[in-house]
C-alpha cells in the first residue's frame, strides 16, 4: 500500500534535477493569470489533420507559494479532437535545464515524477478548513467530476451540490476533490490535506481503473488518519452500469428521471 506524502512537503521546493532536457517546473509570474486566457490558450495541434485545436475545458491545480497566494503549477486541459474523440494532456509552466526562470513558458508537459502533486480544489478544501475546521470531503475521478457538483442552475443555486450535502453528508458543506493522473498517479499525490477531514466518500468510475484507484486511496487515507472514519468507497460493479460511468453521468440521469443508486461500500 504507498504511503501518502509527509504533510511538510512543500512541492514549490526545488525537485531533484530531472534527466537532461526534461523541463523544470517553476512558479509562474505574478501576471499570469492576468493575461491567462488572452496570450496562453493552450493550443493542441492535431497530428492527423494539422488543424490547430482550442481547449474545450482547462483545469488549474493551484498551490498557495505565499499565506493566501494562490497559482497554477499544473493545468489539465481537455480537447475535442476532429475525428470526435476527446484526449486530455497535462501542461505546467517551466524553463529548460539551465535556462534561467525568466525564460519559462508554458510547455505541454507533466510534473515530475519527484514533484508532490496538489489535490484538484485544494484551494477550497483550505478555505473550507480555515472557515469550517473539518469538513467532509467527496473524491471523484476526474476534474470534470470534481467541477460537476458546483454545477449552477438558471437562478444561481447548486442543487447538485445540495443533493450530495443532504444525501452523504447530512446537510453539512464539503469540498469536492479530485488528483491528476489517473490510479498511476496515486502514490505521486499529496493526500496530506485530507488529515483534516471529516467523513470522506470516494466516488470512482465504474471499471476496474477506476474501482482499484479507489481502494488505493482508501488504503492511503486510512494510513493518514489512523483512528479516523474510514472512508466509504461507492461500488458500482455488476449494476450494469456502462464502463467508465461516472458521477457526472449519475447527475444527468437525476436530472432525466432516470437515476438509480445502487452503489455499495467497498
Known amino acids: 500500500m504507498p504511503m501518502p506524502l509527509p504533510p511538510n512537503t512543500d512541492p514549490w521546493d526545488p525537485p531533484p534535477p530531472p534527466p537532461p532536457g526534461d523541463p523544470v517546473p517553476v512558479p509562474p509570474p505574478d501576471d499570469l493569470l ?20 482550442q481547449p474545450e475545458r482547462i483545469f488549474p491545480y493551484l498551490l498557495d507559494r505565499a499565506p493566501w497566494d494562490w497559482r497554477p503549477c499544473m493545468w489539465t486541459v481537455r480537447y475535442l479532437l476532429p475525428n470526435g474523440e476527446k484526449t486530455v494532456r497535462p501542461w505546467i509552466w517551466a524553463r529548460q535545464e ?3 526562470d525568466d525564460d519559462a513558458r508554458l510547455r505541454m508537459k507533466g510534473l515530475p515524477r ?8 485544494l484551494y477550497r478544501l483550505e478555505k473550507t478548513f480555515a472557515e469550517a475546521g473539518a469538513a467532509p470531503v ?31 453528508f447530512g446537510g453539512i458543506g464539503f469540498v469536492s476533490v479530485t ?3 489517473g490510479c498511476a498517479s496515486v502514490a505521486k499525490t499529496d493526500w496530506s490535506p485530507l488529515a483534516r477531514a471529516g467523513q470522506i466518500v470516494i466516488w470512482p468510475d465504474a471499471d476496474d481503473g477506476g474501482m482499484k484507484a479507489a481502494q488505493l486511496i482508501a488504503g492511503t ?45 467497498q
Not at 40 to 52: A, I, K, T, V, Y
Not at 114 to 121: I, K
Not at 225 to 247: E, L
Request: overall charge negative; some cysteine.
Open 179 to 181: 488528483w491528476s493522473g
Open 221 to 265: 487515507l486510512m494510513e493518514l488518519r489512523p483512528g479516523g472514519p474510514p472512508p466509504f468507497v461507492m461500488d458500482f460493479s455488476g449494476k450494469g452500469k456502462p464502463k467508465g460511468w461516472d458521477i457526472a453521468d449519475w447527475f444527468g440521469e437525476l436530472e432525466r428521471g432516470s437515476a438509480g443508486m445502487e452503489g455499495g461500500s
Open 34 to 53: 492576468k493575461i491567462f486566457p488572452k496570450d496562453h490558450r493552450f493550443r493542441l495541434r492535431d497530428r492527423d489533420s494539422g488543424q490547430e485545436i
Open 138 to 168: 467527496l473524491i471523484v475521478e476526474g476534474e470534470k467530476c470534481a467541477e460537476s457538483v458546483y454545477l449552477q442552475d438558471g437562478s444561481g443555486g447548486f442543487p447538485r451540490y445540495a443533493f450530495i450535502s443532504d444525501r452523504f
Open 98 to 100: 539551465g535556462e534561467d
Open 114 to 121: 519527484d514533484f508532490a502533486r496538489p489535490l484538484y480544489n
